[in-house]
């Protein structure tokens, strides 16, 4: 496997957890308060995370000096992104919340293009913005589907941009699942400051499975957005954030009872398409490379 092939893995892993999440929060957050939940999900989550990498004995807090700033930054992003997607997320369909985040793939390959000299060839930027072409078929921006909400989501487009370009530059030395903890720990302490501003409830039982799930799943969507931007090109990793869109399309129908239309599945459709093409194209580049 490629670090290009494994870092398209980790990115459909990634995006299946965070979306998974989302349409949990979605459920959750019509009975519990937005802030309680994520403080009480935080602590989970902080404490999950802190028993899995203790019992496989990868548990480690040790940031070195030079990426101490850049921990912390990525930190910054991240409660940033959360409370501005779930600011979006709350008021929005779950589709349309998910689409606006499509435009990641894109302002994070001119990001790393920018940053971290990357090339980018015409055939990635093509396939990128053919991609971006099939999400605005599925969303079919009008006036319903896109709100005032709309401008948290892109907010949060902003901040998870800066959020894995940061990452991407960590040394080798930064323990992933370390950062996974503190991140965790951190959202849960911004999400306890934010909570005082809300009447609290009880959980029942129905919230209290909901609650558990959406632990476990932001787990999967902390550690495996770390280890994404660890591996592999930027440019041919962040296409794959298209498959986000493809989840949500079908918890939306499972769900939510959202039924896309012709429109929408062709660019669902087209969105697949140009992920499968760059991940081909990269297996060919690098069976040249290798040969060569």
């Known amino acids: 496997m490629t670090p290009n092939l494994k870092g398209a893995c980790l990115m459909m892993a990634s995006m299946a957890s965070f979306t998974m999440n989302d349409a949990v929060v979605k459920l959750i957050t019509e009975d519990v308060p937005l802030f309680q939940f994520v403080l009480i999900r935080g602590l989970l989550t902080t404490a999950l995370l802190a028993a899995t990498a203790y019992g496989f004995g990868g548990l480690s807090l040790r940031i070195p000096r030079a990426d101490r700033s850049r921990v912390a930054l990525r930190t910054f992003f991240e409660i940033g992104s959360m409370i501005a997607f779930l600011s979006a997320l709350v008021n929005m369909p779950l589709a349309n919340a998910t689409a606006i985040l499509a435009a990641l793939p894109l302002s994070i390959t001119v990001g790393a293009a920018v940053f971290f000299g990357e090339p980018l060839g015409w055939r990635r930027i093509t396939a990128t913005l053919i991609g971006a072409a099939g999400v605005l078929m599925i969303v079919q921006p009008g006036t319903d589907g896109f709100n005032a909400h709309s401008l948290w989501a892109l907010v949060a487009v902003v901040l998870v941009t800066g959020r894995d370009l940061v990452t991407r530059g960590f040394s080798d030395d930064v323990p992933s699942m370390g950062v996974a903890v503190i991140t965790a720990f951190a959202v849960s302490l911004v999400g306890g400051v934010l909570s005082t501003r809300e009447a609290w409830v009880a959980f029942d ?61 062709c660019g669902a459709l087209i969105v697949v398409a140009t992920g499968i093409y760059t991940l081909i194209r990269e297996q060919r580049l690098s069976r040249r490379q290798t040969l060569g």
């Open 205 to 265: 039982g129905y919230s209290i499975v909901l609650l558990l799930m959406a632990s476990v799943l932001i787990i999967g969507g902390y550690v495996f957005s770390i280890l994404v931007m660890r591996v592999g090109e930027v440019s041919v990793v962040a296409p794959f954030r298209y498959s986000g869109l493809v989840f949500a399309l079908i918890i939306g129908l499972v769900i939510f009872g959202e039924w896309p239309n012709g429109l929408a599945l």
